[in-house]
């Protein structure tokens, strides 16, 4: 899931589907991740959060997947609604939580 | 609806020119992050402040500085504006200052440079 110059990677998905958002983080001794999702003209909105010593955390819908030897998370949304459409961040906290955060994935829900 | 208060929501001003925005925090958080999110640089982080002190910098501009009150609101002002600090201005609050704890971001300030 990471952007090209101004080009946002795009994923399209049909209602219902599942959607799988990835991303690939920088800094080897992060030790926490937050997934953002953020709608036009609005902040980003939290979704989940994970800490290193975990390899994987469930919420409502979501789950986040850490792979720490690849430096690689990723975000799953069951059953994907037309609301979900949005622009998906990830972000690392690289210390005294500061966080540097991913490009994005624009995700396009069709009904 | 997060919490966090960001005022103006859009501000068009000239070359030259210095603005201050606004942020006021979720109610019981302490930590204020300044955030700004352009086309090309995506979303940088700006600069920290906990309890009335700050805490961190980001790739903040010399142009730019914050401060945050006793009441725990937070003020970002940019100087000598130029057109490439057209952007979105956004604010962050997270409980108490501690380690891990996810940031919640107001709704951010639309600044156009003209």
């Known amino acids: 899931g990471e952007s090209v110059g101004l080009h946002l990677p795009t994923l399209s998905v049909q209602e219902g589907d599942n959607s799988i958002i990835n991303c690939a983080y920088s800094?080897?001794?992060?030790?926490?991740f937050i997934w953002y999702k953020q709608e036009s003209g609005k902040g980003p909105q939290f979704i989940i959060d994970?800490?290193?010593?975990?390899d994987k955390r469930q919420g409502q819908r979501v789950t986040v997947l850490l792979n720490k030897t690849v430096k690689h998370l990723s975000l799953q949304i069951a059953a994907t609604q037309p609301g979900d459409s949005a622009v998906y961040f990830c972000?690392?906290?690289?210390?005294?939580?500061?966080?540097?955060f991913g490009k994005g994935t624009m995700l396009l829900v069709s009904p | 609806d997060s919490g966090v208060t960001q005022t103006p929501k859009h501000l068009i001003t000239a070359t030259g020119q210095r603005v201050t925005l606004r942020c006021s925090p979720r109610?019981?958080?302490?930590?204020v992050y300044w955030y700004q999110q352009s086309l090309d640089q995506g979303l940088q982080f700006l600069i920290q402040?906990?309890?009335?002190?700050?805490?961190a910098k980001g790739n903040i501009l010399e142009r730019f500085s914050a401060q945050q009150f006793p009441d725990l609101h937070s003020e970002l002002n940019l100087s000598s504006l130029e057109l490439g600090d057209s952007a979105l201005y956004f604010c962050?609050?997270?409980?108490?200052?501690?380690?891990?704890?996810?940031?919640?971001f107001g709704d951010g300030t639309r600044l156009s440079i003209l």
């Open positions: 972000a690392e906290d690289s210390g005294y939580s500061t966080l540097t």
């Open positions: 402040y906990y309890n009335g002190e700050e805490r």
């Open positions: 109610s019981g958080d302490l930590s």
């Open positions: 962050a609050s997270s409980a108490l200052g501690t380690y891990n704890q996810p940031q919640h």
């Open positions: 800094n080897s001794a992060s030790d926490y």
């Open positions: 994970i800490r290193s010593n975990m």
